[in-house]
């Protein structure tokens, strides 16, 4: 049985039930709660849904594209066929287009195109955040050598959320942080994330970081933990809800899933050395039972 099918299930039910609907940036209003936690046995049971598809290689490769890659450049997911940042591409002149709602001369909010100006160099990426923060900072390398060498360490923090380079970012990071702590030989991780698209982002995201917590066991000798995260700001899009339900339904009707094996390939002793092909050879789940896809629109 899926424990992450009936924890993630548990936040739907609970948004759709007591979530307020609120404006926001985009113009697509959603139903949100204020807060949410999780705790999640990674070393007991892999967490990646089976009410609906989850892509295993896209997961993996978005997050190894910040921490391995430590890369903003959103050709390097394209040339791998993961397409979920482009949304958020700098173009070739160095701008950025959406369309959000923002303050006009009057103060009334309305829908307007924004256009904001990076620069050239800048092109093709998404700014200042996630892998850029992670290069300039070292923090994984930093995570690494601290969970090796001194693992009894109460400062192992890697934080994303860098203030001198929030406007100098497309979109600053929504998963910000992850503390992590070893406890009788096991890895152990806290993620905050400020902001949480429910069907759309967070089965990625937790699906990414119980992989890191994986692959970062692995490579410093520990064996597997939990994983705990809390979000501020739990939501869905409007236009979200049907699709949601679907999978409601699919849980009420048919039960859940028996929860696949993460195979990490034991060869590999050094975290930059896991395959970041667009194949992905070193990380497999095996016996991953599904219901299918849903597909949840991308609000910008």
Request: proline share 8%; hydrophobic share 50%; aromatic share 12%.
């Given at each position: 049985m899926s424990k992450w099918d009936k924890q993630y299930l548990e936040l739907c039910k609970n948004i759709l039930e007591h979530g307020k609907e609120v404006e926001n940036r985009t113009g697509i209003n959603t139903v949100k709660l204020p807060s949410w936690h999780f705790h999640i046995d990674v070393g007991e049971e892999f967490p990646i849904l089976t009410t609906k598809q989850v892509f295993i290689r896209q997961a993996v490769l978005e997050m190894l594209w910040i921490y391995q890659a430590q890369s903003n450049d959103v050709r390097w997911l394209q040339e791998r066929n993961v397409r979920i940042w482009d949304e958020w591409e700098i173009d070739d002149e160095g701008i950025w287009h959406a369309t959000q709602m923002m303050p006009d001369e009057n103060g009334k909010i309305v829908k307007t195109e924004v256009h904001k100006n990076?620069?050239?160099e800048w092109a093709h990426t998404i700014g200042t955040a996630y892998g850029y923060?992670?290069?300039?900072f070292g923090l994984i390398d930093n995570l690494i050598d601290k969970l090796k060498n001194n693992p009894g360490d109460r400062r192992m923090i890697m934080s994303l959320w860098q203030n001198d380079y929030l406007e100098s970012a497309v979109l600053p990071s929504c998963v910000w942080s992850s503390e992590w702590d070893v406890t009788d030989g096991k890895l152990n991780a806290w993620v905050h994330q400020r902001s949480c698209d429910v069907?759309?982002?967070?089965?990625?995201?937790?699906?990414?970081?119980?992989?890191?917590?994986c692959m970062l066991?692995?490579?410093c000798g520990l064996e597997v933990g939990t994983l705990d995260w809390s979000i501020k700001d739990a939501h869905i899009y409007v236009n979200q809800i049907d699709g949601i339900k679907e999978q409601l339904k699919r849980f009420d009707e048919q039960g859940d899933l028996p929860a696949p094996k993460l195979w990490l390939n034991p060869d590999v002793k050094d975290f930059y050395d896991f395959d970041n092909s667009k194949d992905c050879l070193d990380v497999k789940l095996e016996g991953y039972q599904h219901m299918g896809k849903i597909s949840f629109p991308i609000a910008q």
């Open positions: 990076f620069g050239k923060i992670v290069k300039k069907p759309l982002g967070l089965p990625f995201n937790v699906t990414q970081y119980a992989t890191l917590l066991a692995q490579v």
